[in-house]
């Protein structure tokens, strides 16, 4: 069983960089799709940014080119960082292993 811990979020200008953090209990070498996901209140869960175990990587398109997923599976971290920020981004954030691994969230504001 791993558990997956989020680290990073806060409050940020319009423009502005935060960097996200899942570190997991256990190893992430084993676990092939690992992603960050958004909820705002009212509305569906969705996927924000995935990665591959061989790198590849997937995003929606509102954070294309501006977001950028990560995996270091000998530190068992996945990070994604958030340049560019926009107040729609504002959301709980949630790290995601596969097939059924979620963390508890963490809260990303982006306000002036």
């Known amino acids: 069983q791993v558990q997956l ?43 924000v940014a995935g990665i591959k175990n061989g790198g590849n990587t997937n995003y929606v398109n509102s954070v294309k080119g501006r977001f950028t997923i990560s995996r270091d599976n000998a530190k068992n971290t996945v990070d994604l960082q958030m340049n560019s920020l926009k107040p729609e981004d504002t959301a709980v954030y949630y790290c995601y292993g596969q097939p059924f691994y979620w963390g508890q969230g963490i809260q990303v504001t982006v306000s002036s």
């Open 5 to 47: 811990v989020e680290s990073g979020g806060g409050l940020v200008q319009p423009g502005g960089s935060l960097r996200l953090s899942c570190t997991a209990s256990g190893s992430i070498a084993g676990i092939y799709f690992m992603a960050w996901y958004r909820q705002v209140p009212g509305k569906q869960r969705e996927l």
